[in-house]
């Protein structure tokens, strides 16, 4: 960014505005009849006509205030700008929740400086609102993490087996079936294991110490964009694989000292991508 650019507390301003806003047309629409649209990666990843039309409405609405930042949105992909800034935007994390009216699904938006890619992004702003509750999560780069008004961080470390630890699946049967083998094996090494169906929301948790960690395979872009900003500004590690940053192949996030015990008992139990398999004659 150049001198003339926002502040992160600006690009938070628009972030938070657009997010209620769409969470409260997210909440209307909750309340009449909701259907599945299309699938995506598999039968059970489904994607709602609120998700486009809550997609659409974050879309123009961040064209109107910010013209010259890039998109990238889960329903309808990626367009160019001018100004470096990118909004990496799920209109509804935790579709499938949403769908069967449970009450923890979320508007996710974070902008971005540069592309939206996991590995060379600097995450500026993101807000986490989840419609059903009211509940809102913020931050900005250097600016901490917050619900609603108050000030957030993340829980103080324990011993492994006093952790409470977060996650989520995948679509496709065969990852989902290492995941709940990696859950297996970890179950009883930690004092138990929350699986709620909502990334973003996973992670604010982390950053209120609702959960003391979380952890996941195949995560999108616009799964964790603002919800890592949140969690890193509470106070909490959020990392992938070792050696590099958070990204669809893994991310961990916890309080560092936690993520240390942690980290390498989730390779051990089969937490990490399988390595691919040999081409043989």
């Given at each position: 960014?150049?001198?003339?650019?926002?502040?992160?507390?600006?690009?938070?301003?628009?972030?938070?505005?657009?997010?209620?806003?769409?969470?409260?047309?997210?909440?209307?629409?909750?309340?009449g009849a909701v259907e599945v649209a299309a699938s995506k990666s598999?039968?059970?990843?489904?994607?709602?006509?609120?998700?486009?039309?809550?997609?659409?409405?974050?879309?123009?609405?961040?064209?109107?205030?910010?013209?010259?930042?890039?998109?990238?949105?889960?329903?309808?992909?990626?367009?160019?700008?001018?100004?470096?800034?990118?909004?990496?935007?799920?209109?509804?994390?935790?579709?499938?929740?949403?769908?069967?009216?449970?009450?923890?699904?979320?508007?996710?938006?974070?902008?971005?400086?540069?592309?939206?890619?996991?590995?060379?992004?600097?995450?500026?702003?993101?807000?986490?609102?989840?419609?059903?509750?009211?509940?809102?999560?913020?931050?900005?780069?250097?600016?901490?993490?917050?619900?609603?008004?108050?000030?957030?961080?993340?829980?103080?470390?324990?011993?492994?087996?006093?952790?409470?630890?977060?996650?989520?699946?995948?679509?496709?049967a065969e990852t989902r079936a290492e995941q709940g083998a990696a859950?297996?094996?970890?179950?009883?090494?930690?004092?138990?294991?929350?699986?709620?169906?909502?990334?973003?929301?996973?992670?604010?948790?982390?950053?209120?110490?609702?959960?003391?960690?979380?952890?996941?395979?195949?995560?999108?872009?616009?799964?964790?964009?603002?919800?890592?900003?949140?969690?890193?500004?509470?106070?909490?590690?959020?990392?992938?694989?070792?050696?590099?940053?958070?990204?669809?192949?893994?991310?961990?996030?916890?309080?560092?000292?936690?993520?240390?015990?942690?980290?390498?008992?989730?390779?051990?139990?089969?937490?990490?991508?399988?390595?691919?398999?040999?081409?043989?004659?």
């Amino acid at each position: 960014m150049t001198s003339s650019s926002p502040s992160p507390a600006e690009l938070l301003s628009v972030a938070r505005a657009v997010a209620l806003e769409a969470g409260a047309l997210v909440l209307e629409a909750r309340r009449g009849a909701v259907e599945v649209a299309a699938s995506k990666s598999s039968s059970v990843d489904v994607v709602t006509q609120v998700d486009r039309d809550a997609e659409s409405f974050i879309r123009g609405r961040l064209a109107e205030l910010r013209p010259g930042d890039a998109f990238f949105g889960e329903e309808s992909g990626g367009g160019s700008g001018t100004s470096g800034l990118t909004w990496v935007v799920d209109p509804i994390d935790g579709t499938v929740n949403f769908l069967y009216g449970i009450p923890h699904y979320a508007v996710s938006i974070a902008v971005v400086e540069g592309d939206a890619d996991p590995q060379s992004w600097r995450a500026l702003a993101g807000a986490v609102v989840n419609p059903a509750t009211g509940e809102l999560f913020t931050a900005s780069a250097g600016g901490g993490a917050h619900l609603g008004d108050r000030s957030i961080r993340v829980a103080d470390p324990v011993p492994l087996e006093q952790a409470l630890v977060a996650t989520g699946f995948a679509y496709l049967a065969e990852t989902r079936a290492e995941q709940g083998a990696a859950v297996a094996r970890l179950l009883p090494r930690v004092r138990d294991v929350r699986r709620m169906g909502t990334a973003s929301l996973d992670l604010c948790a982390v950053a209120c110490g609702r959960v003391n960690a979380y952890f996941e395979r195949t995560l999108n872009p616009w799964d964790h964009a603002a919800g890592a900003l949140i969690a890193s500004e509470a106070g909490s590690l959020v990392t992938g694989l070792p050696g590099v940053r958070a990204d669809h192949r893994f991310l961990l996030a916890a309080h560092p000292e936690l993520a240390e015990q942690l980290a390498p008992v989730l390779a051990e139990v089969g937490a990490h991508p399988s390595p691919p398999r040999a081409s043989g004659a």
